[in-house]
């Protein structure tokens, strides 16, 4: 009798051991598992969109489901500064966000938004993905932000419903919708427009109702968001370049084993160059479909009259930036 039950004992006791194995190991592997929520504020047809696809196809294939991506377009996490609020408190793991809006946390970042910074994308891929943008990133860190690439939204050009603009005379009078951003306020300002500072999601209904004349945007915007529709007039001034950046709350990050931040980086920089590719490809399409949609296009406005028109914007933040820093990108072929 004693011996049957040691028996039974044991039995139990590996039993138990077993269950106890299996109950950690399920345990383990649940809490290994990361859903990131990813936002951005445009639509699905935009590049924002295919680089956040991008992104969620090499992250889930590379970490075999430990991380998996739900990506939230249109706003729905909040619009891009309410984004980046979320993501400094770690409520949203991840964001596509225009350069522009980063400015109001991080004020050494209004550099790249100077009017006619850039001459070409290449220019502007050197600055960004050398020491400048990379400064930028451990800056970013420090405001609970990982900088991880940089996409883009690419060169801005602009769009009105009353008359084709060839030169900055052209554009006095007209209501202009830019960033919540004070350097395009200025530039537009100083080229004769009235800036309307106001963010995206309020824009499509101003541009509607005709509370706002116009607005300024890359190609791909204006075609993904139909923009033809309230606004007949296309300018192709370049008038600034504008990246995004592929960034992550930092208390996310600081979750990530040392292989997932490997993993995450990697498909960041991966997704981001996808981005770039569809827009110099597409470039030249999107032009002309504009053009077959009933756009007036200008193609070749005088972009000397532009440049030597918003000279005291550089003058204004010259001090706040360093000659040095603005030559440096200048001069950068």
């Not at 109702?209 to 116009?214: C, E, R």
């Not at 981005?275 to 504009?290: F, G, S, T, V, Y």
Request: charged content about 25%.
């Amino acid at each position: 009798m004693k011996k049957s039950m040691k028996k039974s004992l044991k039995l139990c006791f590996a039993s138990l051991s077993v269950f106890v194995l299996l109950f950690v190991a399920l345990c383990g592997s649940a809490s290994a598992a990361l859903d990131l929520k990813l936002g951005h504020a445009i639509n699905e047809k935009d590049v924002f969109h295919e680089a956040a696809l991008k992104f969620k196809e090499i992250v889930e294939e590379k970490t075999k489901g430990e991380l998996t991506v739900t990506i939230y377009p249109n706003a729905k996490l909040g619009d891009e500064r309410n984004l980046l609020e979320s993501l400094k408190m770690g409520t949203v793991d991840m964001g596509i966000v225009t350069g522009g809006p980063v400015i109001n946390f991080l004020p050494s970042f209004g550099v790249l938004d100077l009017p006619f910074l850039f001459g070409s994308a290449t220019q502007a891929y050197k600055v960004l993905d050398g020491p400048v943008g990379q400064g930028f990133f451990a800056e970013m860190e420090k405001l609970g932000w990982k900088g991880l690439a940089y996409g883009e939204r690419g060169f801005r050009n602009l769009t009105n419903s009353k008359k084709a603009v060839a030169a900055p005379d052209d554009l006095k009078g007209l209501k202009i919708r830019v960033m919540q951003n004070p350097i395009y306020i200025d530039a537009f300002t100083a080229l004769g427009a009235n800036a309307v500072p106001m963010a995206w999601t309020e824009t499509l209904t101003a541009l509607q109702q005709g509370t706002i004349d116009g607005q300024e945007n890359p190609l791909n915007v204006i075609v993904a968001y139909n923009i033809n529709e309230s606004n007949k007039y296309l300018s192709v001034t370049r008038h600034s370049y504008a990246p995004n950046v592929i960034m992550m709350s930092m208390r996310t990050w600081n979750k990530l084993s040392a292989d997932q931040q490997t993993i995450v980086s990697e498909a960041a920089k991966a997704a981001a160059q996808h981005n770039r590719d569809i827009d110099n490809k597409m470039e030249a399409d999107w032009l002309q479909e504009l053009k077959d949609k009933g756009m007036q296009v200008v193609d070749n406005p005088d972009l000397a009259l532009f440049r030597e028109a918003v000279k005291s914007v550089y003058e204004k933040y010259e001090p706040q930036y360093g000659k040095e820093l603005i030559q440096s990108i200048l001069d950068t072929k």
